[in-house]
């Protein structure tokens, strides 16, 4: 998770020194740190039923939500980042776009 905060402070850099008009590939940056992410919640969720079923333990439906709500947020921000830059004349497609 380390290597996902460096990059994460390298595309806020960029973005700092990019300005407020849109920057595809700055979104295309963004839109790898936010699936980064989402396999990072994803990997934790699986350490948490790993755990809760090793040391047999219910699982707490609650904690698992939360760790879905995560999740959604950053889809939503990658379909934020997509409608941004649709809107602007680009388009985010291959790798960047879907999985």
């Known amino acids: 998770m380390a290597f996902m905060d460096k990059l994460g ?3 806020n850099k960029v973005g700092d020194v990019a300005g407020d008009t849109f920057d595809y590939s700055k979104a295309k940056g963004k839109i790898v740190l936010e ?3 989402i396999k990072d919640v994803k990997e ?3 350490d948490y039923v790993y755990e ?3 040391n047999d333990t219910e699982i707490d ?3 698992i939500k939360a760790f879905v709500a995560e999740i959604d947020e ?3 921000e990658i379909e934020r980042l997509e409608a ?3 809107q ?4 985010l497609t291959g790798a960047f776009k879907g999985e």
């Open 9 to 11: 402070q390298i595309a």
């Open 35 to 37: 699936r980064g992410k």
């Open 44 to 46: 934790a969720i699986g």
């Open 52 to 54: 809760a079923a090793k």
């Open 61 to 63: 439906m609650n904690r």
């Open 74 to 76: 950053h889809l939503a």
């Open 84 to 86: 941004e830059a649709k």
């Open 88 to 91: 602007s004349g680009e388009e």
